[in-house]
């Protein structure tokens, strides 16, 4: 990418969810934004912004922070309310990366499941991004022929047992995306969800057995797992007018390992392996 940007987003607006360090790809979505002419709100919930360090990107960025914890719908409903104020109108785009789960913070197995966390996770990785349109719609917040991306991961389709009831989170998430999709096409706004390859982030490496994901898919994927950079180039493609009919859609960005079976590195890896044990 050339470092200086294309101007994609020059003149646009929009609100980023999630950042909380420079490892997050939500924080380096917000930089790619910034480089390629666009301004915008930050937000993420209050314990966040106390354990992160968004302030040194609403610097490096001259972009306000609002906090938000989005399972409050008075929360989320005020952001939209400031954000309107903030810009003196609406949003050209939008970046859900909000994503937790109790339940594998607290290592409990899937068949094991504290209800009342699942519900949490349920609601913060995935309720909330209905929450969010729902506000924008409400309060005028989000313009004719914008966009909506949301992160997710192929686990929404596939088991990876250490993602647990993130699994189900997501697939939730990509479901919001194409109901609201297709209620929004009306105005020209496009809702969408970009499943991201396993990416070494704060949160990513949180996750128990993240190493195994990581180098399963680094061997698998013809072009090898995409780092957080290069997911914000992709996401800044998503937020400009060169994708205006691009809508309610799951768009792996995983190097090619949706589409792959097994490489020739892993099948040699393998029958070493077998060889050494017999």
């Known amino acids: 990418m ?54 040194a990107l609403s610097e490096e960025t001259n972009a306000p922070i609002f906090p938000c914890d989005v399972s409050s719908e008075e929360d989320v409903e005020q952001l939209m309310v400031k954000t309107r104020e903030h810009f003196g109108g609406g949003v050209d785009f939008i970046l859900h990366a909000i994503g937790m789960s109790p339940n594998i913070r607290k290592k409990k197995e899937y068949n094991d499941l504290n209800y009342s966390w699942l519900n949490q996770t349920l609601d913060i990785s995935a309720i909330s991004l209905h929450k969010i349109l729902n506000y924008a719609e409400k309060k005028d917040v989000l313009n004719d022929g914008g966009s909506v991306v949301a992160l997710s991961y192929i686990g929404a389709q596939r088991i990876f047992s250490k993602y647990s009831d993130m699994n189900d989170a997501k697939a939730l998430l990509e479901s919001i995306a194409r109901n609201y999709g297709s209620r929004l096409a009306k105005r020209g706004i496009r809702v969408n969800t970009v499943s991201q390859a396993p990416t070494k982030t704060s949160a990513g490496t949180g996750i128990k057995g993240f190493d195994g994901m990581y180098t399963f898919a680094e061997k698998i994927a013809p072009l090898g797992n995409p780092d957080a950079d290069e997911c914000a180039d992709y996401c800044v493609t998503l937020f400009s007018d060169l994708t205006r009919k691009v809508t309610m859609q799951n768009l792996y960005h995983d190097g090619g390992f949706v589409t792959s079976g097994i490489s020739e590195e892993m099948i040699e890896g393998l029958l070493k392996l077998y060889a050494d044990e017999e």
């Not at 050339?2 to 939500?26: C, H, M, P, Q, V």
Request: glycine content about 12%; proline content about 2%.
């Open 2 to 55: 050339n470092e200086t940007g294309y101007g994609l987003l020059k003149g646009k607006k929009g609100i980023i969810f999630g950042a909380l360090d420079d490892r997050s790809i939500a924080w380096r979505i917000a930089l790619a934004c910034k480089r390629e002419g666009a301004d915008f709100v930050l937000s993420n919930a209050p314990i966040a912004l106390r354990l992160g360090a968004l302030n």
